[in-house]
């Protein structure tokens, strides 16, 4: 069984595309109730660890568990119960509301011989507009908003979810600076003020060391390095993750990484 600090175990995992290992004897904890980022450079093995954690690769070796259970012999809705996915393309029918959207989220908690929407259901809807800040866009069509809208809709829909863990596959990409940061503040809200245990891949380092309380560095398939921030990252893991000459500052009382 699980420790019950950990939220995920996860043991001499190995994954491959075809003849290609991209994850090679993996082996990490990850802690409840903290924000864990999984960082290293591309072709590391970031995104696809994520997938393997949230069930949509599956053909691997070695186990993942999820508060002591297998993922593999977990039901659909008892995994989407406790952990939901925010990927960094998602698509949807350009006419479809926010809220329908939103309301999604509930499809784990329904059975779905009854199409009705309880009070249980629209409670956590409204709660998860109130908390995002899309009350005011619910009837809007979710193509038509920003990119930064967006995240916060699928946001959201995890929420809506009642969801435990949020996974997020590079939240921030190709969204302007306000809405990195803001996304990025989202989340750290929703783990400090609700407790929520968030698992996100970035790309920025910075991003990572400000909004992070674990890291989890990767190079080639491998495990590099892992544990809280400040005993974790410094110059000498980056340039063995990067290979790159960095210098690390403090600003803010802050780690801040120059290269």
């Keep these: 069984m699980a420790d019950n600090m950990n939220c995920f175990e996860i043991d001499n995992l190995s994954f491959a595309y075809g003849d290609k290992k991209v994850i090679d004897d993996f082996s990490v904890q990850i802690k409840k109730g903290r924000v864990t980022t999984i960082m290293g450079p591309n072709g590391s093995g970031k995104s696809t660890l994520l997938y393997l954690m949230t069930r949509e690769l599956k053909d691997y070796t070695g186990s993942i568990l999820l508060d002591g259970h297998d993922i593999k012999e977990m039901k659909g809705k008892s995994f989407a119960r406790k952990a939901a996915a925010v990927h960094q393309?998602?698509?949807?029918?350009w006419d479809i509301s926010v809220r329908k959207l939103v309301a999604y989220g509930r499809i784990p908690h329904k059975n779905l011989a009854l199409g009705t929407t309880t009070k249980e259901d629209e409670e956590a809807i409204e709660t998860a507009l109130e908390i995002t800040g899309l009350k005011e866009l619910e009837n809007r069509e979710v193509a038509r908003l920003s990119g930064g809208q967006q995240q916060r809709v699928w946001i959201a829909m995890a929420l809506a979810q009642e969801t435990e863990i949020l996974f997020l596959d590079e939240p921030t990409t190709y969204l302007d600076i306000r809405y990195q940061?803001?996304?990025?503040?989202?989340?750290?809200?929703?783990?400090?003020?609700?407790?929520?245990?968030?698992?996100?891949?970035?790309?920025?380092?910075?991003?990572?060391l400000r909004y992070s309380d674990e890291v989890i560095a990767m190079k080639g398939g491998k495990i590099h390095a892992s544990g809280c921030v400040a005993e974790t990252v410094s110059e000498k893991m980056i340039k063995e993750v990067y290979d790159v000459n960095c210098k690390m500052i403090e600003v803010d009382n802050m780690p801040y990484v120059i290269t």
């Design 181 to 208: 940061l803001d996304i990025l503040g989202l989340v750290r809200d929703l783990n400090e003020k609700r407790g929520l245990t968030v698992i996100m891949v970035l790309h920025d380092i910075n991003q990572a």
């Design 89 to 93: 393309y998602n698509t949807v029918p």
